[in-house]
T-cell receptor
Framework: GENVEQHPSTLSVQEGDSAVIKCTYS??????FPWYKQELGKRPQLIID?????GEKKDQRIAVTLNKTAKHFSLHITETQPEDSAVYFC????????FGAGTRLTVKP | DGGITQSPKYLFRKEGQNVTLSCEQNLNHDAMYWYRQDPGQGLRLIYY???????QKGDIAEGYSVSREKKESFPLTVTSAQKNPTAFYLC????????????FGPGTRLTVL
């Protein structure tokens, strides 16, 4: 089955800096790659996603890139703000959805 | 936040007891999922169902059971065979086919006393 690895597990940045989270997946049949944000004690919520026929997607300060050949995808957050602090999960969907272990992002004011 | 609900929000269980967690959705989604989340950990798939009366084991199904008698409902039973059941349990649903976002419920925090 699919295996998703996510790095780093924790990330601390200064407000205004950029943050990058990277994921790799194992199943070449996976075709959908969402990113979720989970604030403390709350449910994960989708922030951006990318399909396998697209290499990059951007939504305001958030962007995702996908390299199908290398089987890796990344989340980029620019101009970080304290409210970006949360746990971020990547996922890959083939026959079912598999999640990475999460990255705890802390944005220091 | 509406559309998929879980109850109860907090649940306490004595060792050796079975307990059932509720998950209901009114989004007309075909597929439903159960995940377990431990502190500082990712989401691990317990069971999923893509259609009524059918479900598949995920990565950590041992000690859990599910049913899918109705499209809207996907209850999870944590049995006494689950050795370490204390965790945060998340239910999710999605449309099948194509590229579809999973919508999550608010979660149930289970504590075994």
């Amino acid at each position: 089955g699919e295996n998703v690895e996510q790095h780093p597990s924790t990330l601390s940045v200064q407000e205004g800096d950029s943050a990058v989270i990277k994921c790799t997946y194992s199943d070449s049949a996976s075709n959908y790659f969402p990113w979720y944000k989970q604030e403390l004690g709350k449910r994960p919520q989708l922030i951006i996603d990318i399909r396998s026929n697209v290499g990059e997607k951007k939504d305001q300060r958030i962007a995702v890139t996908l390299n199908k050949t290398a089987k890796h995808f990344s989340l980029h957050i620019t101009e970080t703000q304290p409210e970006d602090s949360a746990v971020y999960f990547c996922a890959a969907q083939g026959n079912d959805m598999r999640f990475g272990a999460g990255t705890r992002l802390t944005v220091k004011p | 936040d509406g559309g998929i609900t879980q109850s109860p929000k907090y649940l306490f269980r004595k060792e050796g007891q079975n307990v059932t967690l509720s998950c209901e959705q009114n989004l007309n989604h075909d597929a439903m999922y159960w995940y377990r989340q431990d502190p500082g950990q990712g989401l691990r798939l317990i069971y999923y169902s893509q259609i009524v009366n059918d479900f598949q084991k995920g990565d950590i199904a041992e000690g859990y059971s599910v049913s899918r008698e109705k499209k809207e409902s996907f209850p999870l039973t944590v049995t006494s065979a689950q050795k370490n059941p204390t965790a945060f349990y998340l239910c999710a649903s999605t449309l099948t086919g194509g590229y579809n976002e999973q919508f999550f419920g608010p979660g149930t925090r289970l504590t075994v006393l």
